[in-house]
């Protein structure tokens, strides 16, 4: 059995900290309305919280100690928030694997993470009600709370580590920066393994006591009755999410209209979609940056200019502070933070000898700290020497009138090096062609060699499962026969 540990020794953490439990009884609601709503499932916050306390004595009579890690594969269901929290009473480190991982993927993960315990999310209702109560907290706010596993361009998947400190202050920050109250419910389908689904639908809930609506698959038209059923008022995702909403045979601003508040990061953040997504469901939506390392960056606030909003990915919340290094990529610091990787060797290549977190994101920053993501180091387009970021070109495109939605790879090419690819989902009943989308970028002012010279229309775009565009299955694409040459 392994023991995990930080391994970056000048990550910051919040002074005043608290434990992921405490948090949850701070913002316990005391109603007796369900809180917490799956596919199969409807709890109260009492009923939740006594389903926490037996699990953590099974846990505890399993042999579970405080530092010891608890993983389980589930989609999102009841069970796997009952499993946070039960580790985080006993001090445990939660290891929460996506419920898409095949056998291979898991077995490797497993066999780096060692843990104590792998729980069957199928047992976790027996072993609540068998398990004796265990009350009160044995975590320390310094203690790890999670190992979150995100891709890695190489050597497989890092085990990213946070601790109860860091996160108690990030959900507490983002209700206060979000405006968020246990009148809210946010409406998740991304997993629970990402830090998307932990942050917005499992601490964001404990420290509000807002409601919580699990999907454990994702589906526009149910998305768009639970919304409608559960009066959903906030809801967070790429743009993938919201564009396949808004197309949906049975969408209608009257189903959406509980919505006040939708926060977007990721590739395809565009001014376009912003203003598109704004104008269909009649709220706010709010341009959001960070990373499983690094949540929640930067956004906007409340107060905050809605040009400016729109046009950028927001502005630093909280303590974070933000740089650019070398090559413009973004560098962060601040107490939110993950204490390293579970590979002490990968933890060293992304943290600096002064103690900044190298994003890998290239970026820019106004005089008035607003800052504007172009795009990952590795997204580069390198055409003839020249340096085209994909998100730029994406959002010439996303302007376009008969775009919905669009993405743009580098496809190698013999004399540049790679031509600008670009993948167009059109709005219904409209289409593009190369002509017209190089006569747009004409129009639009753009320079001749940032114009995309592959053209791909697809009906939807392929994504991963948490809802992001997967470029590298765009990638494969573009270098495959059916794209064609253009020359």
């Known amino acids: 059995m392994r023991r995990l540990s930080a391994t970056w020794a000048g990550a910051e953490q919040p002074t005043d900290g608290t434990t992921l439990d405490q948090l949850a009884a701070e913002g316990r609601p005391r109603h007796d309305d369900p809180i917490l709503l799956?596919?199969?499932?409807?709890?109260?916050?009492?009923?939740?919280?006594?389903?926490?306390?037996?699990?953590?004595?099974?846990?505890?009579?399993?042999?579970?100690?405080?530092?010891?890690?608890?993983?389980?594969?589930?989609?999102?269901?009841?069970?796997?928030?009952?499993?946070?929290?039960?580790?985080?009473?006993?001090?445990?480190?939660a290891a929460p694997l996506h419920h898409q991982l095949g056998p291979t993927e898991v077995g490797g993960i497993l066999a780096a993470l060692d843990p104590a315990r792998v729980v069957d999310p199928d047992q976790v209702a027996s072993m609540a009600r068998s398990g004796p109560p265990v009350a009160e907290t044995a975590a320390a706010p310094s203690d790890l709370a999670v190992v979150l596993h995100t891709s890695g361009s190489t050597g497989g998947p890092k085990g990213v580590l946070h601790t109860h400190a860091s996160l108690a202050y990030k959900a507490r920050l983002m209700a206060e920066v979000h405006g968020l109250h246990g009148d809210d419910t946010v409406l998740m389908p991304a997993p629970l393994a990402h830090i998307s689904g932990l942050l917005n639908a499992v601490l964001l809930p404990a420290a509000t006591g807002m409601r919580a609506?699990?999907?454990?698959?994702?589906?526009?038209?149910?998305?768009?009755?639970?919304?409608?059923?559960?009066?959903?008022?906030?809801?967070?995702?790429p743009?993938?999410?919201?564009?396949?909403?808004?197309?949906?045979p049975g969408f209608a601003p009257a189903r959406v209209a509980s919505i006040r508040l939708i926060s977007s990061g990721g590739a395809g953040v565009t001014p376009a979609f912003?203003?598109?997504t704004a104008r269909r469901f009649d709220t706010i939506v709010k341009r959001t940056y960070g990373s499983t390392e690094a949540?929640?960056?930067?956004?906007?606030?409340?107060?905050?200019?809605?040009?400016?909003?729109?046009?950028?990915?927001?502005?630093?919340?909280?303590a974070i502070r933000i740089r650019l290094?070398?090559?413009?990529?973004?560098?962060?610091?601040?107490?939110?933070?993950?204490?390293?990787?579970?590979?002490p060797a990968r933890t060293a290549e992304v943290v600096t000898d002064d103690g900044w977190f190298r994003t890998g994101d290239v970026g820019r920053i106004d005089p008035d700290g607003w800052l504007t993501i172009v795009g990952r180091i590795k997204d580069l387009i390198i055409r003839a020497g020249e340096n085209i970021a994909a998100a730029e070109v994406e959002a010439v495109l996303e302007a376009h009138p008969?775009?919905?939605?669009?993405?743009?790879?580098?496809?190698?090419?013999?004399?540049?090096?790679?031509?600008?690819?670009?993948?167009?989902?059109?709005?219904?009943?409209?289409?593009?062609?190369?002509?017209?989308?190089?006569?747009?970028?004409?129009?639009?002012?753009?320079a001749r060699f940032k114009t995309p010279e592959v053209l791909v229309v697809l009906d939807e775009l392929p994504v991963l499962a948490a809802g992001k565009v997967d470029r590298a299955e765009l990638r494969r694409r573009a270098t495959g026969a059916e794209v064609g040459r253009t020359e």
Do not use: K
């Open 38 to 93: 799956d596919d199969a499932s409807a709890l109260t916050a009492g009923e939740l919280d006594r389903a926490v306390a037996g699990l953590a004595g099974a846990l505890r009579v399993g042999g579970v100690d405080r530092g010891d890690t608890v993983a389980w594969q589930s989609a999102n269901r009841w069970e796997a928030v009952a499993l946070f929290r039960a580790c985080w009473r006993l001090g445990a480190v």
């Open 213 to 237: 609506v699990l999907m454990a698959r994702w589906d526009p038209e149910r998305a768009l009755g639970l919304m409608e059923h559960h009066r959903v008022t906030f809801m967070i995702g």
């Open 239 to 248: 743009p993938t999410f919201f564009v396949a909403l808004a197309d949906a």
């Open 274 to 276: 912003v203003a598109d």
């Open 295 to 318: 949540p929640t960056v930067t956004t906007s606030h409340a107060d905050d200019d809605p040009v400016r909003a729109r046009e950028t990915d927001g502005r630093p919340t909280g």
């Open 325 to 343: 290094g070398p090559d413009d990529e973004l560098w962060v610091r601040g107490p939110e933070l993950f204490v390293g990787y579970t590979d």
């Open 402 to 446: 008969d775009v919905s939605h669009a993405a743009v790879v580098g496809r190698p090419h013999s004399r540049l090096g790679e031509q600008v690819c670009a993948f167009v989902v059109c709005r219904p009943g409209r289409s593009l062609d190369l002509d017209s989308c190089r006569a747009w970028f004409e129009e639009q002012g753009v």
